[in-house]
């Protein structure tokens, strides 16, 4: 019998089918016989019978076409423990309550249905938080509301980056020079436009050199890429104009991948993206709905939307 795979993820219409991580381990279920589901998150229901239901669409016919890259069958409300063999949770982030709510529901049928990534080990990892784990191989880091803190910290450190805690895609990420003459414009804006506190790093600047992604699955280097900033910019960020190149990890990379690798998979952290930069500096670990693996397969000549499917059938045979 097929896997039955369910994507939770954003509108199929706005997608880059030649970028999006998602719509490759679509194109990869697909390409193994899976029967491939559809179902935005605002569709969960859990029912007077504990039950959790999405409306969801098959999907046919995935393609890297613009403008036909899939056609949807009609909706269905299916039971994602009893009818689904894994659950993909794949909408991007920000990481908010709603984000959160979903995972808590999610979690509720973990014994019957894998769901990836573990949905508690997303609740409690937030990519700019989970990363603090690891702060020996960080750039010094202030995690604040206080436009008192991250003055003094600019003090010592000049220029500086000042980052939402739950954003992504390189959104709203600003540089500040040495002599913070507008810091207090743009804490006002934060502390106005975000309720948690915000992540303040240096200025680092071997950015010019780009922001590695390496994506490890189940807690293992699968392959990177280097992300060089636009011109410009100093985000370098695909999202936002970035390019990639192909690349090899430094063995600071290497360490940094061995010393969090057979964590992440403990947490059921299958599918990871982790950024550094200089070849040194972790700044993120990307756990919510990890990007990055086309262009990587591009560059590398690797399959690696295969090598998650990989792990993920690993993970439902041993589960009995």
């Not at 993909?88 to 995972?103: E, K, N, S």
């Not at 979690?107 to 249905?113: F, G, Q, V």
């Amino acid at each position: 019998m097929a896997i039955q795979m369910a994507v939770q993820m954003d509108p199929m219409d706005g997608i880059n089918i030649h970028g999006d991580s998602s719509f490759a381990l679509m194109l990869a279920g697909q390409s193994r016989g899976y029967d491939i589901w559809h179902y935005d998150v605002m569709s969960l229901t859990l029912d007077a019978n504990d039950r959790l239901t999405a409306l969801a669409h098959p999907v046919h016919d995935l393609q890297r076409v613009e403008g036909a890259h899939y056609r949807f069958g009609a909706p269905q409300r299916i039971d994602l423990g009893s009818d689904i063999d894994v659950v993909l949770m794949r909408q991007d982030p920000p990481f908010h309550v709603g984000y959160i709510t979903a995972t808590h529901l999610l979690e509720r049928i973990e014994h019957e249905t894998l769901v990836v990534n573990n949905p508690a080990s997303v609740r409690n990892a937030p990519e700019k938080v989970m990363v603090l784990d690891y702060r020996k191989f960080m750039p010094p880091t202030l995690i604040t509301r206080s436009l008192d803190e991250v003055r003094a910290f600019q003090k010592e450190h000049g220029a500086i980056v000042v980052k939402p805690l739950h954003g992504n895609g390189g959104k709203a990420i600003f540089r500040i020079e040495a002599d913070g003459s507008n810091v207090g414009a743009l804490f006002e804006v934060f502390n106005s436009t975000w309720p948690e506190p915000h992540m303040v790093q240096p200025f680092l600047p071997d950015v010019a050199k780009g922001d590695k992604r390496i994506v490890l699955i189940d807690g293992e280097v699968t392959g990177a890429i280097n992300r060089r900033p636009g011109e410009g910019e100093f985000r370098s960020n695909l999202a936002v104009g970035g390019s990639a190149e192909a690349t090899l990890l430094t063995p600071e990379e290497q360490e940094i991948c061995a010393a969090m690798g057979p964590r992440l998979k403990e947490l059921g952290l299958i599918f990871v993206g982790i950024d550094v930069i200089g070849g040194k500096w972790l700044t993120e670990i990307n756990v919510t709905s990890p990007t990055g693996i086309v262009a990587i397969d591009r560059f590398n000549g690797t399959d690696t939307a295969a090598k998650i499917l990989d792990a993920i059938e690993r993970r439902i045979a041993g589960r009995g």
